[in-house]
């Protein structure tokens, strides 16, 4: 007892011989609690959008692709197939589980490409692979998880070893963090298990994958047949990596020599879902990107258009 009062005694003396430094320590911590609970139920720091407006979370436009990172190009290739109204939020704010791109729809957040895709098929009805067998779902699938688990940790290890540090990040990302960026990676790829190999078996790796994707393709116009597919925003996502954005002397022209009809699938891809592709890259990081937030106009031209068919010209003179 009498050590709590000798205790309580000391700690009152402290106070009063500091007021300044007390009510410092007093503001702080209250401005730090009331800031807590007025973000309370929103630490992701969802934005505010129009109702049934999805609003992508993702890295800022890229030098050569819309993005940073190709799980938000097949994302928002995606939403763009699938005609859902969406603006984009580029804050760089990660999602739940600590990556991008992630969604939010009327409040409610979702992490991961795949699975914020599988939520709005569910939330909206629609289903891309619709003209699909069970079998054509089945391969899609297959390719799908080809793309998104292996071909990109491929892609990883030669955008962050291979060439020291990826070469469109560099032109916008500080190298101090670029460095600390390459370690996290490095460490990623060796808990991932593509770390472990050497550059000719990643190497060997990676061609078997776009053997695959060849393969798939065949002499179709996308993946799975005249129309594009939920398969076809994954493989395009990644390759736009390979097409656009690849500096190195194993990965820079590998698509574009080896693999033809998979350079002119990306071309395809890229002509008919993005022709707005030159405003929404910044050009070698030369320039800003002028389109970011899709306009409320392209949600009329959607919505009018009963979300049937695909019509890349309405899309394109709609967007601000
Ligand atoms: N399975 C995820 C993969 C997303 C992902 O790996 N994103 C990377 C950028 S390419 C990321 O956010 N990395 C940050 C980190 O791991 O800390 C998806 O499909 O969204």
Redesign the pocket.
């Known amino acids: 007892m009498q050590f709590v009062e000798r205790v309580t005694d000391a700690v009152t003396t402290w106070v009063f011989n500091h007021p300044y430094v007390t009510t410092g320590v007093v503001a702080i911590t209250t401005a730090h609690f009331l800031q807590r609970l007025a973000h309370r139920g929103n630490k992701l720091g969802i934005v505010e959008a129009p109702p049934d407006t999805v609003v992508l979370y993702q890295?800022p436009r890229g030098p050569y692709t819309p993005s940073l990172?190709?799980?938000a190009v097949?994302?928002e290739t995606y939403l763009r197939l699938a005609k859902i109204p969406y603006q984009n939020d580029m804050k760089m704010k990660?999602s739940s589980k600590?990556?991008?791109?992630w969604i939010s729809y009327n409040g409610e957040a979702v992490?991961?490409?795949?699975i914020s895709m599988e939520f709005l098929n569910t939330k909206l009805g629609i289903d891309l692979n619709k003209g699909l067998t069970d079998v054509e779902r089945a391969q899609a699938h297959a390719v799908q998880v080809m793309v998104?688990e292996h071909l990109?940790w491929c892609l990883v290890y030669f955008r962050w070893v291979y060439e020291k540090y990826a070469h469109s990040l560099a032109l916008v990302v500080p190298k101090y963090v670029l460095f600390f960026m390459k370690r996290?990676v490095k460490q990623?790829l060796y808990a991932q298990g593509t770390g472990r190999h050497s550059t000719e078996e990643i190497k060997k790796k990676l061609i078997q994958d776009l053997e695959a994707l060849s393969a798939q393709l065949g002499d179709k116009k996308f993946l799975m047949g005249d129309n594009p597919t939920e398969v076809d925003c994954s493989a395009f996502g990644m390759l736009t990596v390979l097409v656009f954005s690849s500096h190195d002397d194993i990965t820079g022209t590998i698509v574009k020599e080896r693999f033809p009809s998979l350079y002119r699938y990306t071309m395809r891809m890229k002509e008919t879902v993005w022709p707005d592709w030159d405003e929404c890259i910044t050009k070698g990081a030369t320039v800003k990107a002028t389109k970011i937030v899709i306009s409320h106009r392209l949600i009329k031209v959607m919505l009018a258009d009963g979300r049937s068919g695909f019509d890349s010209h309405a899309l394109a003179g709609s967007m601000i």
């Open positions: 890295l990172t190709p799980f097949k994302l990660s600590g990556k991008f791109p992490a991961d490409s795949q998104d990109y996290k990623q």
